[in-house]
């Protein structure tokens, strides 16, 4: 089998590269049938990449010690969920991986828009599969998860050994979030490539007007979906898993993931002033770029080593072929924009501070600081030897300084936006929109610091999402209440109705809302609280309104592991209310050890629990119990943005209607008489 | 006052304000990356630095001590003791011979006083930048968090 996965990728690396040439040459020939081979090679990329992805998973089950990858990240007792994870536990196999999902996407758009938009789509295929090409390039000739183990024989003939073991499975894979998170953040990682290759074939096309944005719209989102969803399953594997009480660390491959997801933010509100207004068109255009090179860039400092940080040893000689294609791709961006800038000359100019333009000029302004900042603190090492020569590393300090402000002000923006007008907003209809929503924040605020809150940025915080929240309720109320005076349904009906008639902007509310949702939880953290302690059986430790008590601890080994559980029983106001059992389980397949977290989670707070190891001393086992108000919010708030995205995907029903309840606020009131048309039309196609 | 120039100064306003934050927050946490060889050419305030220092663990040198423990850290034919005064209890793959990554500042006696040690075991699997957009941790003992 791995000889036929090893076959079936390297027949993908040529068709991909068929794709490439034979879409250029269509391109300049502007020849139907080579068009079409050229769309049938890129499609059957997808089809062997599968073959060979099948083959490794095939070795994986069948305990094939011979290749090398199996070896390294598998063992017989490993459980069968986790052979599927471990086929993207190893470089080797994650570039694959990489691969594979982008050559799902590739697919689905070739198929999508098969015999459409001929002028455009024939670039679309050659860039698409230019992308492609690299990581082919990558799975076949520098990182393949096929070679075999083996040695040079008499006659200098390859003999094939096979080990009677793998290594294992690192523990903290052993998890069953790594088995989706993954996934998530790899699909959100390579979905970014769709909306990069419509808007480079765009200007390589002179694509006319502003259908590429329309095209790209929901592959962007779905990226962006998937991004978000791979950063908070990321952050939630971080806190349940490596036992230090909290989620974000600001470390180097958690920056890489967020970067794009900034920028790729930034791109989804900016869009809209393109689509609106005929504005904003170079900006967007680097914003997507920025947002791909960013995704590459995110692999490479996974990959590289290139920034030392917890993941100091992962060194790998991988790192040139990104920086290579890093330069490619700014070369080939550059080149396409200095050649056929005129294309994307602006139709409108700001009119006013206060406008919807001017907040997503602001948004993204914001957004793009901060991946500036994450950048450089990334970074940090890197770019002080080459100014300084010495090594110097930024810790979260930094990030946590420049951040916070700004995802505050991005909080107030959430509830502002979308409630101006476009070109610019009275006076009038300000005070009507936020007058009660500002003051509630403030009475919001008054009531938290007279509570006895007296962190600054929770405050804030607190004020801020009362005021979005508010602001977002606003309107779904007037739109439902015009919606029921009209079908004289019942309030909930007429709230889904009116969802289902403008998805597109009622979705926006809801992941607006998800994010307020996050944003409570992440300002929670202000009030952490932790103690550590040497504990045997029968003390006790008190923190918050919580009474911990070691009732006793077990010892069992288990198929892939031993484990050795602490039993805690926990009590509240005087009274038991339930158990909790944190663990640290050894593997003795690769002699390494992991901790299951125990937590007790709440909307209020998380009573969160560790069996942190062995005191040195006294060879007491060490307990390090945080208390962690608010974390399940983030959470939550996650799968509500995920919610709004689906209902943000979903194609609006009867659109024309929408414009008429919308006329009663302000934002939309601008939109419709300055721009009737547009906006209609849009509602069409969306 | 033009429009372009209100746009002009709040986009000012607002990036002065964050750099000068950032500024702040790299002043407070910036550490030096040396190697234990480059320690003895530093000088003045050079030595007061926040720093981050590579090696290996010398063999049989780990020594628990009350309120710390001690070890030795070699590389490039030089050696290094360092105290580790963390709460938190070292890493399980912190064993003589491996690759440990230790934080913190130089006391006056040469000594190095580490708050944080990372550690990886040197031999046992590669260095699994383990998949997906976040290669493996190795267990922390932080003291900090």
Redesign the interface.
Known sequence: MDLFGSFALLLAFVCALYAVAGGIAAILTRKALLIKSARHAGMAVCVLIFVAVGSLVYEFFTDNFSVAYVV??SNRDLPAFYKI?AL????EG?LL?WSTLLSVYVFSVLLTYRGKHPELMPYVGVILAGVQLFFLTLNNFVANPFRVLGTAGPGGILQVFTRADG?GL?P??QYPE?VI???N??AG?TGFTIPFAFALGALLARYPGEKWIHLTRKWTMVAWCFQTL?ILM?AH??YAV?G???YW?W?P??N??LMPWLTGTAFLHSVMMQEKRGMMKVWNVWLVFCTFLLCIL??LL??SGLV?S???????SIGSWFVGFLALVVVVCLAAFLKNHDYLRSENR????ISRE?SF??NN??LL?ACI?VL??TL??VLSEWVEG?????????????NV??GL?LLFLTGVGPLLAWRRTSLDSLKRNFAWPALAGLAAGALGYGLGFRDFFSLVCLMLSVFVTLTIAEEFYRGARVMRARTNSNWPSAMIQLSLRNTRRYGGYVVHLGIVMVFIGLAGAAFNQDK?AEMSIGSTMDIGRYHLVLQTMDSQPERNYTSERMMFEVMRGGRPLLMLYPERRFFPS????G?MVAIYSTLREDLYVVY??????TNLP?V?VFLNPLVKWIWLGGLVVVLGTFLALTPSRQPALVLQPATQSAATKGAAQTVPAAVSTYERES | MGKQLKFGVGIGVILVSLGWLAWLGARESKTYYHTIAELGTLHGPDLRQRMRIGGTVRAGSIQKVAGRVDFVLGGEGKWLAVSYVGTDPLPDTFVDNSQALVEGRLAPDGRFVAEKVQAKCASKYEAAPSGPGRPVAPARADSST
């Open positions: 390294a990240h994870s993207w536990a190893g470089q994650s991986f290594n690192t903290l894979l790594m998170h993954p996934p953040l790899y990682y791979g990321g594997w971080a490596l230090w009480g909290g660390s470390d491959v958690e890489a993931s995110g692999t996974t990959r030392s917890v993941h100091a040893f992962a060194q790998s700001l009119d006013s501070m001017s000029l602001f302004l914001i600081v900042a450089s603190g940090f090492p010495s090594k110097i590393s930024v810790g979260p300090p930094f990030f946590n300084k420049v402000p700004v002000l550590q690769n002699e390494q050890s901790t942190a190891g062995r005191s040195p001393e060490v390090h």
